[in-house]
């Protein structure tokens, strides 16, 4: 017998062909982990995916390897679907085959590294598989005896590797040894922070009259949202805090900083008492579709607050009592756990979360219960497509619009793209869900390849709040972020015991920082975007490759004392509320208050329990939120990135914006959103006030068929990328030659070679080339050849040629 596999470590596209092992045969089937001895180099095994296996050889053929053990107890790790898919992937996002197979499995099933043997306890009686001793078993058997819980490979350098992990399976099996999977398990990291002690009086600051920074310490710890600072939090420096320490006022503990996912936020369970006739429809024509047993692919148009979830839920309840399975993606789980909690309320241990900031064990054991059915529905962002579940039923994708669903490293998958096709291979019902549709799959619906549902109304008779545009270069303003009208109408809602959102899509104090003398602005040295200041570590960042450098309140060129701080962020209008509005406690939600473990779930905690009024946050605070005594939406800067060089940034602003507005007046109390904005003339905001997707989206087409832009045409970025400019330069216009001369003019628009938005990021010179395919797609064979021929030319220079089909970003 022979099989035909994918492996690690071989550049190659094709199949290689390994002889099988007599032994080995009757345990092996498509979709097994292997080990995989190369021809080349026997003493080096890699891992191996076997596509499928045949009984007779081609005459003359070779093989290029043998297989020597079989992995995870012979269970194939890929089910035919998910096989099939990862081919897929591999021909229409132009990758490799093992780079496809690789995404859809989590890192701890790709390593032997850490597999851990037992020997179990002794039982009377006998098993149910008999064990045939040969010399192999009995070596083991003593070997484990002589060592304490021995690591599979520690055994391979005693006993040699061949039929290792084979044979270990067959003693599992009769109860003579377990095999488990162990990984190391790294503390968490953390961060020394300072909170004032316990039961202290408030007197505490009287001996401070004579240390006003100190006081101000003990009064930032007091409004702090965690009890606690960290050094440098709100410009506090640590020579401060430690005084406090010394003085027997404040006390040193450690902090989680890594991010992990928290089911933390807890809400009363929702009785669906009764669905609304929008909802009955939709849950009916899904129903209906999913009971046919064949693929249909629906899109659900709901206006926020439309129930879109509890149209979920009822139909999830409908496929596990028809005993099938069922996939959920959300575009950021970490950002939403409302709508975990809530699927977590209906579903039990039915439903499995899946997360990025689970750990290695965590992973594993999550990936073992979809993948034996302990957990029947896999919940959570974009990889969850790839959920190893059999007979999957139904596959929802909420919010299908959010650009988090497209993965930024090879290859470069969309998960809702992902979804329809899984959805086709396993003949179940697809559900894209959201407010605003992504172009491509309203455009999908028109022509008939989607379903299209409506829910154009909020349940409970709620209203759509009214939204209310605010021209900055004609209003007053309070602050240097905050107009007159939005601070009045924050002022009233406090007043009524009402809660606020405000949105400012820029984190940080300020933008940039401009020297008023010598114009100087800082700029990253590895990216040629300017640096963003952060008042609370006194630092100036880079947002994209994370360098710092230290802020002295001086020029570095020319040492003046006079800058501009431009364009606010978070930080500084948090500092400009706080002033405004003393007795509040101001809650700001971005990445740089979201790095301590369950710290959305701590925030969004507090906004429930009404512990503060003002939630302030970037695009985060947009999604999935769902407060009633939310009445007022602000969003301080609403025309930021509609400037972007981006053919996508006005649907990408005209979703936020609606999604924002949409957390506004979502029960009883009416809601408003106010959009603060210089540029007020483009037509989006006079879609927006109406509300009107649909007229938007039509306006948009004209455009993007003139351009020749999706959904009219097939989009394919190439991006070369080098630390020489002229390497990157000449090698894409090299790919600009090879393309004219092999594309018909017709068939594809070829734009470039020419600098990225973004020139420079990370030391690396970045170049593209933009290809607009009309019909047919062009053919992955053929971009990977060129690919590898570019790339090998161009090898001295560190050339990295990235293939992105339907790129989200031409930044």
């Known amino acids: 017998m022979d099989a035909y ?19 080995l045969a009757e345990e092996l089937q498509p979709g097994c982990q292997v080990l995989f001895s190369p021809a080349s180099n026997r003493r080096k095994n890699v891992i191996a995916y076997i596509l499928r296996l045949e009984k007779s050889r081609p005459a003359g053929l070779m093989a290029d390897g043998t297989l020597v053990d079989v992995l995870n107890s012979a269970h194939p790790v890929l089910t035919t679907v998910t096989m099939k898919l990862a081919l897929w992937i591999a021909e229409y996002y132009i990758s490799r085959p093992i780079e496809a197979i690789n995404a859809l499995l989590p890192a701890p099933l790709k390593t032997t590294v850490q597999d851990i043997v037992e020997l179990c306890e002794f039982q009377l009686q006998s098993g149910t598989e008999k064990i045939v001793t040969t010399t192999l078993r009995k070596k083991i058997l003593r070997a484990l005896q002589e060592s304490n819980k021995p690591t599979v490979r520690q055994l391979e350098r005693k006993l040699g590797k061949h039929n290792l992990y084979r044979t270990l399976t067959v003693m599992e099996r009769g109860g003579l040894v377990q095999l488990k999977k162990k990984f190391p398990q790294s503390g968490p990291k953390t961060r020394t922070a300072y909170r004032l002690r316990p039961n202290l009086s408030d007197e505490v600051t009287e001996p401070l009259k004579r240390a006003p920074r100190q006081a101000e310490a003990v009064e930032k710890m007091r409004q702090s949202q965690h009890a606690s600072l ?16 010394k003085k027997g006022i404040a006390e040193k503990i450690r902090v989680e900083i890594q991010s992990s996912f928290s089911t933390g936020f807890t809400e009363p369970k929702k009785i669906i008492e009764q669905l609304s006739s929008a909802q009955h429809h939709a849950l009916k024509e899904l129903s209906n579709a999913f009971h046919s047993g064949s693929f249909t692919p629906f899109l659900l148009h709901g206006v926020t607050g439309s129930g879109k979830t509890i149209v979920y839920i009822e139909l999830l309840k409908q496929v596990l009592e028809s005993g099938r399975n069922a996939i959920v993606l959300v575009p950021e789980i970490s950002l939403t756990p409302q709508t975990a909690s809530r699927f977590r309320q209906h579903f039990g241990d039915d439903i499995q979360i899946l997360h990025s900031a689970m750990s290695n064990q965590e992973k594993y054991d999550a990936w073992q219960n979809l993948r034996n059915g302990k957990a029947r529905i896999a919940l959570g962002a974009r990889s969850t497509i790839f959920a190893p579940l059999c007979n999957v039923g139904a596959i929802i994708v909420d919010e299908e619009h959010d650009a988090a669903y497209k993965q930024d490293r090879t290859p470069r998958y969309h998960g809702r793209d992902t979804a329809v096709m899984r959805a086709k291979l396993e003949q179940a019902i697809c559900v894209l869900g959201s407010a605003t549709p992504s172009f491509e799959s309203y455009s999908n619906a028109e022509k008939g390849k989607y379903r299209l549902l409506r829910l154009p109304d909020r349940v409970d008779n709620a209203a759509m709040p009214a939204m209310k545009l605010v021209p900055m270069l004609e209003n007053r303003r309070i602050t240097p972020s905050l107009s007159e009208v939005l601070y009045l109408q924050i002022k009233e809602r406090l007043k009524r015991d009402e809660q606020v959102i405000l949105l400012q899509n820029r984190r940080g104090f300020a933008g940039s920082v401009l020297c008023m003398e010598c114009g100087h602005i800082t700029m990253c040295k590895h990216c040629n975007v300017p640096m963003v200041y952060h008042a609370s570590s006194r630092q100036q960042r880079c947002h994209y490759c994370g360098h710092a450098v230290a802020f002295s309140g001086n020029c570095p060129k ?139 989206y039509q306006e948009e087409m004209v455009s993007r068929k003139e351009l020749h832009y999706p959904p009219f045409t097939r989009m394919v970025v190439i991006e070369f990328t080098s630390p020489d400019e002229t390497a990157a330069e000449k090698s894409a216009s090299a790919c600009v030659d090879h393309l004219r001369s092999y594309l018909k003019r017709d068939s594809c628009h070829i734009l470039g070679p020419a600098p990225a938005g973004i020139s420079r990021m990370k030391g690396r010179f970045r170049y593209q080339v933009l290809l607009k395919l009309q019909g047919r797609p062009l053919a992955a064979d053929y971009l990977k050849h060129l690919q590898y021929s570019l790339m090998n030319t161009w090898k001295k220079h560190h050339l990295s040629m990235i293939i992105d089909v339907d790129p989200q970003s031409l930044m």
């Open 558 to 696: 020319c040492s003046s004392a006079n800058l501009l701080y431009k364009s606010s962020g978070t930080e500084r209008i948090a500092e400009e509320l706080r002033e405004l509005f003393p007795e509040e406690k101001i809650l700001r939600m971005d990445v740089d208050t979201t790095n301590t473990k369950g710290s959305h779930a701590i925030i969004l905690n507090a906004f429930h329990k009404k512990q503060a009024r003002i939630l302030l946050g970037t695009q985060m605070v947009a999604k999935g939120l769902d407060f009633p005594d939310v009445s007022l939406v602000g969003v301080l800067m609403a025309d930021i990135g509609l400037n972007i060089p981006d053919f996508r940034s006005g649907e990408r602003l005209f979703s936020l914006l609606m999604q924002v507005a949409g957390r506004a007046g979502r029960a009883a109390i009416p809601g408003e959103v106010y959009l603060q904005a210089y540029n007020t003339d483009n037509p989006l905001f006079a879609h927006l006030l109406r509300g009107s997707y649909e007229a938007f």
């Open 230 to 245: 960290f050094a440098q939090d709100n410009g506090i420096a640590r020579q401060t805090l430690e005084s406090l320490v």
């Open 5 to 23: 596999i994918y492996a690690e470590n071989y550049l190659r596209d094709e199949l290689l062909l390994a002889d099988v092992p007599e032994e």
